[in-house]
């Protein structure tokens, strides 16, 4: 007995012997100490947790090299790896995990809806249930700041630049004919069904160094990645006819959806300040296939739309009207892949290839053109750490325009050229701790028509000042070639060049966000001509320039009244520019000093109803009265729109959808056209520009089929 006494102490006294003490202290880099960490050995049970004083010590019979590692909500994971012997007395300071809730965001100049995004300020469902905007995203996002009402072109007019410089992407790729074909003071809208994206990023300014050949803005569309069910839309509006459908298998899911739209019976039911003869008809359709890799997501999007349409637009230097007729194809195919490629790499690459062919009538002329376009692009992300990622690819623009023009007295004309492009990038993104951040960028681009080579450096910084508020700093350079109404007549002009320089404040809690953003934009070598359009004998040069400036507020309340939202936007503008063939510095007619949205959606739960309205306004723009000596030295009255839509559940599948543009019936004008010589009085006669028709009515019935009964088509309203 006793020998074996003796035995078991001497094994205790070995066993004890074979054992290392593992202590030391946690505290946050200030030195307060962190008390309940986690801390173990990696692939062992051996561990402990630290005390309120921030102090461990645990003992291990692990030898050797080993790897101890502690963790804390909020904090970064913290490793060492080192013998167990040199464990001891150990001064750990946990870093803060600055991707954690509430860390600084990285958003100046950017609006975000859906996708997860920390600085979202929209819903996908807002975009599309906002009354007035039709269901048209873009319609959606003029009701955010930054924009200006020009209800008569239908395009985002961005911070005092024209509608062609913003830039639509859909994946990261380039859309080059993002808007339905139509005629001058006719509003036109987006190609896309707003049900196909998951979210969106709408940029009023210093943007990315991803994005180029945009002097003002680019608004960047997330198709869905995967779909949650199978099931098939069908729609009924007073306009038109629609049905999709989607299917899914193991790894692969296709959504189509087609729409026909015919708007003759509207047009014989509503007077029209337009003579059409063949009214507005357009068909549409769309597909979506998606491959689940087991590292990535495979996707392929394919569109084609047709429009046709004649009319007589009134003119009052042709008293009979001018006769235009359009007929527009246009195709866009879109891959897509992103995926992960190990060691916290990660590639996003595709390509988007669009031919858009119009055949325009006006009068006894004759034109038809030819614009294909494709974009190749790759891009490498690597995450080195929380606080540091890297990003950078290259990117191929490809563009060959053809025209001919041919007129019975003066014979054809034909134009073409090509428009290629090569760009590089890259960006860094810095979280020095949960208040601050910064990102870095740059972008190289080569034109090949113009023969210019172009470096743009962007930059934003964003400080966190409270718990529920920041303010963010950006700054950008950004070039583009001019527009194609110029390329087909000169190509050896400059890029136009636009910096940016904003500053942003924003406020989020629980259900609201205040955001304000103050900015100034200067704009250098515009195109210029000495012509009324661009023509083939006109003098170009790039000696155009110009400024923008402004405030831009958005306010949006979720909480403070149940089943009620509501969000108002508010744009200050000053801008001025001498470009196209303007004799002096002056501020354009698409720009209006105030803008003002203001957006509210109540869900009336006993009446089963999603009820919305917005309403709208803006000053007055300035436009040119020959009988005075001022250019654009006048303004038009103030714009002001109500509109409303009610969306009945006849059941939870079955929608009643009704929608009135301009409710109170507001008597707007755009613009006027001025006679081109003076009446016997010695004064230029006017028309005023003015919608086709004061309202716009939709009444539709939309129906769902599909295994899960509670879903339904409220998203595309």
Do not use: C
Request: glycine share 8%.
């Amino acid at each position: 007995m006793k020998s074996l006494l003796i035995t078991i102490f001497l094994l205790s006294a070995a066993f004890l012997n074979a054992q290392n003490t593992i202590s030391g202290v946690v505290t946050e880099p200030s030195g307060v100490p962190i008390p309940g960490a986690n801390i173990y050995l990696e692939g062992t049970y051996d561990g402990a947790s630290s005390a309120d004083d921030g102090t461990f010590s645990f003992t291990t019979t692990e030898t050797g090299g080993q790897t101890l590692v502690v963790s804390f909500l909020s904090f970064e994971t913290f490793t060492l790896s080192m013998d167990v012997t040199e464990m001891k007395g150990l001064k750990i300071k946990l870093k803060e995990d600055v991707n954690s809730l509430g860390s600084v965001i990285l958003n100046a100049g950017t609006f975000s809806a859906g996708d997860n995004s920390k600085a979202s300020v929209l819903t996908p469902l807002d975009i599309v249930t906002t009354a007035g905007a039709a269901g048209d995203y873009i319609g959606a996002f003029q009701t955010l700041p930054g924009t200006s009402t020009v209800a008569e072109d239908g395009r985002l007019f961005v911070r005092g630049g024209d509608a062609n410089e913003a830039n639509v992407y859909i994946d990261g790729l380039r859309v080059f004919q993002p808007f339905a074909a139509t005629a001058n003071n006719i509003p036109t809208r987006g190609r896309f069904s707003p049900f196909l994206f998951k979210g969106t990023n709408f940029s009023t300014g210093g943007y990315s160094a991803e994005y180029g050949d945009a002097l003002s803005s680019v608004l960047l569309l997330n198709t869905i990645d995967e779909p949650e069910q199978e099931k098939t839309d069908l729609s009924f509006i007073s306009v038109g006819l629609g049905i999709g459908n989607t299917q899914k298998w193991k790894n692969n899911s296709l959504s189509i959806n087609a729409f026909y739209l015919n708007l003759k019976p509207y047009q014989e039911i509503i007077s029209q300040r337009v003579d059409w003869i063949k009214p507005f008809e357009s068909l549409s359709g769309e597909a979506v296939y998606r491959h689940q890799f087991d590292n990535g997501l495979f996707k392929l999007y394919g569109g084609l739309n047709y429009t046709d349409f004649e009319l007589i637009q009134e003119d009052i230097n042709v008293p009979e009207g001018i006769n235009f007729g359009l007929k527009n194809r246009n195709l866009y195919i879109n891959a897509s892949y992103k995926g992960e490629l190990g060691n916290d790499w990660r590639l996003a690459t595709g390509a988007s290839f669009a031919n858009d062919h119009n055949d325009i009538k006006i009068e006894e002329t004759n034109v038809d053109n030819d614009d294909n376009a494709a974009h190749l692009k790759i891009k490498l992300r690597k995450r080195f750490s929380n606080r540091f990622k890297l990003s950078f690819g290259a990117e191929q623009f490809l563009g060959n325009f053809k025209e001919e023009a041919s007129i019975i007295s003066f014979g054809n004309f034909q134009s073409s050229f090509k428009n290629n492009s090569t760009a590089a990038f890259s960006e860094a993104n810095i979280f020095f701790n949960k208040k601050l951040a910064m990102q870095l960028g740059i972008r190289a681009t080569h034109n090949t028509l113009l023969d210019f080579t172009k470096v743009s450096p962007r930059a934003s910084l964003a400080y966190k000042i409270a718990e529920k508020s920041q303010v963010s700093l950006a700054y950008g350079d950004f070039y583009q070639a001019p527009q194609q109404d110029i390329l087909k007549y000169n190509s050896s002009l400059d890029p136009e060049k636009s910096s940016h320089y904003i500053l942003n404040y924003l406020y989020q809690n629980n259900g609201r966000t205040l955001r304000a953003e103050a900015y100034y934009k200067s704009y250098d070598r515009l195109a210029k001509f000495d012509t009324a359009m661009p023509e083939f004998g006109s003098n170009y040069n790039s000696s155009g320039d110009g400024y923008a400036a402004g405030l831009d507020v958005y306010w949006r309340d979720n909480k403070s009244i149940k089943n009620f939202e509501y969000w108002t936007s508010y744009s200050y503008l000053d801008t001025e520019r001498d470009y196209r063939n303007y004799p002096e510095r002056a501020t354009p007619n698409f720009a209006t000093s105030h803008n003002l949205s203001v957006v509210g959606k109540y869900w009336a739960k006993d009446w089963k109803s999603l009820i919305s309205a917005t309403y709208n306004f803006a000053s007055g723009r300035p436009y040119t009265d020959p009988n005075t000596a001022n250019f654009l030295g006048e303004k038009t009255r103030t714009f002001n729109s109500l509109n409303m839509s009610w969306a009945y559940l006849i059941s939870q599948q079955k929608i009643l959808f009704v929608s009135v543009s301009n409710v109170l019936g507001f008597d707007n004008v755009f613009n006027y056209q001025y006679a081109n010589t003076p009446n016997v009085n010695g004064n230029f006669a006017r028309r005023a520009i003015r919608p086709t028709a004061d309202r716009f009515f939709i009444i539709g019935f939309f129906w769902t089929i599909s295994d899960n009964k509670t879903d339904n088509q409220l998203d595309n309203l």
